[in-house]
């Protein structure tokens, strides 16, 4: 009888496991490390690419298209209308602040919801050319895997304090 009794919890203990693999959401704890490394990539060629005015790579490189800043109203349908927002947002920054240098986001959390899906917390603090700080605000960003790997696909604004996380 104990042994009927062993082999059946043996058995749950066994379908679990194989119920949790089976789930398409599951992340193993060896992918969700391997995912925030690849996401906390894209976000750090974002940040790159954009410091150095090269928008263009974002179609491609960063963001899905279409993509949308929730809560805004805004959403960007083409290449050339990512574009057109960010050389005009990097202009107009430019122009209120001829110091700023560059953008760098300091990660507060990534939460990785599925193989597909992650959300990543953080803020953003543009800098001047003597690394003094012009502004800090918080974003969260959604990512998605895509056939061409990890890309943004929206991002919403919040405050720097707040943070995102599982």
Known sequence: MKKIIL????LFIAVGVSAQE????FVAPSQEIRIKEEVKLIIDRYYTYFSANEMDKFPTETHTIPWKILGTGRSYDSAEASNENYYGSFATIKENNPEYARSVFT???????SPRA???????TRRADDNSI????????IMELTDAGWRINSFAGKSVDKVVSC
């Open 134 to 141: 012009i502004t800090m605000m918080g974003t969260v960003y």
């Open 22 to 25: 089976f789930n398409p959401n």
């Open 107 to 113: 990660i507060q959390d990534i939460c990785v919801i």
């Open 118 to 124: 992650a959300l990543v917390s953080g803020y953003n």
């Open 7 to 10: 082999s059946i919890i043996a």
